[in-house]
């Protein structure tokens, strides 16, 4: 499974950002051959609109199938949801390592919606 996790740092020891528009990198993984792979989001830091969209469009394109994140704007949930994406929220300020051994625990909930409004 390939797991997206957004992280507020260019290094596999990050914390996960809270946010998912607006974070600056995702660190894409993969839970069978433990390989990483930092894409950049930097872009988006400075977006007046439209940030959660272009960030989801980015790390579709690398087939993730769970999202971690701390919050997830309406937009960007919609498109992931559509795309079947599942999303974890909850994961802020935990490391990558943490973040994952959570996932793989169970202890990360899953977000049925957006879990802020757009644009905060």
Do not use: C
């Not at 690398?62 to 949801?81: D, F, M, R």
């Not at 599942?86 to 202890?107: D, P, S």
Request: glycine share 10%; proline share 3%; hydrophobic share 35%.
């Amino acid at each position: 499974m390939l797991i997206g996790i957004t992280i507020s740092e260019k290094n596999e020891n990050s914390k996960v950002d809270s946010r998912f528009g607006r974070t600056p990198y995702f660190l894409i993984y993969n839970d069978e051959t433990g390989e990483k792979k930092i894409i950049d989001n930097t872009q988006n830091l400075n977006a007046p609109q439209g940030a959660g969209i272009q960030a989801a469009q980015n790390i579709l394109k690398e087939k993730i199938e769970a999202l971690l994140t701390g919050n997830v704007g309406p937009k960007a949930y919609q498109l992931l949801a559509d795309s079947k994406v599942k999303i974890f929220t909850g994961a802020a300020g935990l490391t990558v390592e943490e973040a994952v051994n959570a996932f793989k625990q169970g202890k990360l909930e899953e977000s049925s919606g957006a879990t802020k409004p757009g644009h905060w």
